[in-house]
């Protein structure tokens, strides 16, 4: 009886035993299911490489293996696979029964995305006696592996292990390869020869020089195992491939292993498919696919893969423009640099395919590539814009002997580029290349007014450019002239220069020192308040010095800076960066409209006429936000300004051309039709707003006598319209007087009202005794305004 209440006893356990383990079984399905549903979700708004991998590892624990098909299509068409997706994806085929044709598809199309020594092993030995042919090719592409390279060939002689000749041959073919574990190859095949032919092994010639190169390579092998950064890579590629007669294969596999661990490299897939063109590869399409598989987000691939496909395509460059359009689909949703790019690269194509260049296609493409030039309002230029624009200049003059287009291109580069020196050289060699000298010497004026405040990496090499033009096509005096265009920019440079420096140096210490005085003023303040004030004032806006003084700041008179031309996105803060190298800024005011809109132009306060003088010669017409600005003291007209450095009756003012026309164009214009009644010192041409002229210049002689000359030109034509030209005359108001104190209206001024309240000592302002008074009213304070306007 007890022996059965024990059985009894162990047959319970066992069943409460199974019980728990169906129960876990359950709750492991359960797990695996709610794990699909949740990476079945993420997939939706998230289609990454890593949320494919995730739902597949899920869907394979589900053994659901009927999506598992379509999830896997999906993520190969997106992404390339990694060898050990496609092995698991392989192995589950076979698993259910594919058909050997599914199942070798599914080995080609993993080949295709990366070479894997293990995926050709597989192959092969699905293959079985089939085998021979998927070892050749094996042996072909990675049987230069250096790590794994020697597994490959001795699965190769095992598969040929009944037929000793072969065998031989293979270890001929092995030995004259730099592989890991050469050395002792030998040792094997000296085995070999003895026990399976009864006789010593052939001599093989090439194994020593393998066994140098072995040595060659071992150190970067060893830093590419330590280390396995990209840079260990380069290093290795660069000495392999920069050998005087480079080893095709090696390098080769050299690309393909870098490329396995850091396949998302733009660079190293961007040498590949440079390596395997400047070689002839025949498989340079094949590579170019997987950079743009690998790297679908780089127009720089793109492009390759552009330029690859025109090298031979002999169908009209219809290939080239499918791969442009798949790359305009890739990118446009991402990069308009990147679109312009690739249009650029098809320009290049369409200039090398045929003989004469089509024109008609160049225009279309480059009209196409405008389209995504995103920064075509007039911001900063990209790179792939530039090359466009100057391409573009360079083709309507090759093709159409368009020069007046391509200068609008060039125009357009400058607009938006114009304080990059290697920009200004580029379209100073353009007009060169037309044989215009005075276009030359325009461009070389506007280059260096346009790069005065850039520093001597830009403005000292465009200054040599032209004095070496100057000698090689001008006369002595165009060189004259130039050089001391050239010595007063510099020095002008300098002097700025020095005084920025000045500015910060004495920056520090004059903060430091007002903190403190602040500091050891505060108590003084709050013992005087019971002081009655001396002064009190009320101003406006438009205080009369043209600025906004701040709270117990009081600038003497001619501190004020007049700017005009601002753009109206800069600000004070951009309008006191500016000046504050000239001199410490006590306010800067602009003025709006009614909208809030700044009006273009502003007042700057500094602390004394001499700063005021310097910033004027440090800042007047120089760029400022994209903007040329002019600075002038306050209340000086800017005529009236320059008539202090120039000789007023050498001055013509020349008014009614265009506006649409380009300051260059009227430049060379009003020299050309001038310079024959004497020497053109200079001509000022003021821009307007959006980018256009103001419709009027002024033209400097070297003499008064030359320019009443010139007035026989009144009425000439310049633009298609007749031209007035006169004597610069402005006019002198408030010239004398602009150093007196001003004069306060009250009829015209809103809110400017000074009152002048009895002093500490009991006198009024003017010296008379003062009254005791009791508060005045606003009434009284009306009596009061009304009496002194009156």
């Known amino acids: 009886m007890a022996v059965a209440d024990a059985i009894d006893d162990v047959m319970d356990e066992s069943s409460e035993s199974h019980d728990d383990d169906d129960d876990e079984e359950e709750d492991e399905e359960s797990a695996a299911i709610a794990r699909v549903a949740e990476l079945k979700s993420q997939l939706s708004f998230n289609p990454s490489y890593e949320t494919f991998d995730a739902y597949i590892q899920a869907l394979r624990s589900a053994m659901q293996f009927d999506e598992l098909g379509a999830v896997r299509q999906e993520m190969a068409s997106r992404f390339p696979l990694e060898p050990r997706l496609w092995l698991e994806w392989i192995e589950d085929e076979q698993r259910v029964g594919a058909d050997t044709g599914t199942v070798v598809d599914l080995f080609e199309r993993a080949l295709s995305d990366f070479v894997s020594v293990d995926l050709w092993v597989r192959y092969a030995t699905f293959m079985g006696a089939d085998a021979r042919p998927i070892f050749e090719r094996a042996v072909d592409s990675c049987g230069t592996h250096f790590v794994e390279g020697a597994r490959l060939w001795a699965a190769f002689r095992e598969f040929e292990s009944d037929r000793p000749e072969r065998v ?104 590949y498919v440079i390596f395997s063109r400047v070689h002839s590869r025949p498989d340079l399409l094949r590579v170019c696919r997987r950079a743009v598989r690998n790297c679908p987000w780089s127009a720089t691939l793109w492009s390759q893969f552009i330029a690859s496909s ?139 007014h346009a790069l005065q405040n850039t520093g001597p990496d830009s403005l ?65 303040v709050a013992e005087d308040k019971t002081r009655p004030a001396k002064r009190v004032r009320f101003e406006s806006e438009s205080s009369p010095d043209g600025q906004q003084q701040q709270a117990g700041v009081r600038a003497s008179p001619g501190c004020s800076a007049f700017v005009q031309n601002v753009a109206r996105e ?25 909208r809030g809109r700044r009006r273009g132009f502003a007042y700057v306060t500094l602390e004394s006429p001499e700063q005021v003088q310097s910033a004027i010669g440090g800042l007047d017409q120089t760029e400022l936000d994209g903007r040329i600005i002019t600075v002038q003291k306050a209340g000086v007209s800017g005529a ?122 009991g006198t009024s302002p003017d010296g008379a005794p003062a009254r005791a008074t009791a508060p005045k009213s606003n009434a009284d304070f009306r009596k009061l305004a009304l009496g002194r306007a009156t």
């Open 460 to 524: 000292d090499p465009i200054c040599r450019l032209w004095l070496q033009i100057e000698a090689e096509s001008g006369t002595v005096a165009s060189l004259d002239d130039a050089t001391l265009r050239c010595q007063a920019i510099l020095r002008r440079r300098d002097r700025a220069e020095q005084r920025r420096a000045a500015a910060a140096a004495a920056m520090a210490p004059q903060q430091s020192s007002s903190t403190a005085a602040k500091r050891r003023s505060e108590p003084a």
């Open 570 to 594: 800069t600000d004070e803060g951009r309008l006191t960066s500016a000046f504050a190298a000239y001199g410490n800024v006590a306010s800067v005011r602009i003025p709006v409209d009614a």
């Open 168 to 271: 031989q041959k293979l270890f001929a073919r092995q030995l004259g390869i730099p592989l890991q574990g050469l050395p002792d190859l030998f040792h094997e095949y000296e085995a070999w020869s003895n026990t399976a032919l009864g006789q010593p092994p052939r001599p093989v010639p090439s194994h020593e020089k393998a066994l140098t190169v072995l040595k060659q390579l071992l150190p970067f092998e060893k830093a590419v195992a330590e280390r396995g950064d990209e840079a260990s890579w380069d290093d290795y590629i660069a000495a392999q491939v920069g050998e005087k007669s480079p080893h095709l294969a090696r390098c080769t596999m050299l690309f393909e292993r870098a490329l396995t661990v850091h396949f998302a490299s733009e660079s190293l897939w961007e040498r």
């Open 640 to 761: 009236i300004a320059r008539r202090h450095e120039a000789d007023a009756g050498a001055t013509l003012f020349v008014k009614g051309f265009s506006r649409d026309l380009s300051q260059a164009d009227v430049e060379v214009a009003l020299k050309s039709q001038f310079g024959k009644h004497g020497v053109v010192r200079q001509v000022r041409i003021p821009p307007g707003a959006r980018g256009k002229l103001k419709g009027f210049a002024y033209v400097e002689f070297a003499s008064s006598d030359a320019a009443r000359a010139a007035l026989a030109e009144n009425a000439f034509q310049l633009g298609g319209l007749p031209v007035s030209v006169a004597m610069s005359n402005p006019p002198r108001k408030n010239e004398d007087d602009r150093g007196a104190p001003p004069v306060p209206t009250f009829s015209q001024s809103k809110r400017h009202v000074r009152l002048d309240v009895a002093a500490e000592d």
């Open 310 to 448: 025109s090298v031979n395509d002999d169908d009209g460059l219809s290939a080239s423009n499918a791969i442009l359009d798949e790359a305009v689909s890739v990118l446009s949703s991402t990069s308009s640099d990147g679109v312009v790019r690739v249009l650029l690269e098809m320009c290049y194509a369409v200039r090398r395919a045929s003989d004469p260049v089509d024109g008609a296609t160049l225009r279309s493409l480059f009209e196409r590539a405008l389209t995504y030039d995103q920064y075509s309002d007039g911001r900063t230029l990209t790179e792939p814009a530039f090359r466009l624009y100057s391409f573009w200049a360079e083709m309507d003059v090759a093709l159409f002997d368009d020069r007046k287009t391509a200068r609008d291109h060039w125009d357009v580069i400058l607009r938006r580029d114009g304080r990059s020196c290697a920009v200004w050289t580029q379209y100073v060699e353009f007009e060169r290349r037309a044989g215009d000298i005075e276009r030359v010497r325009t461009a070389f004026k506007r280059a260096t």
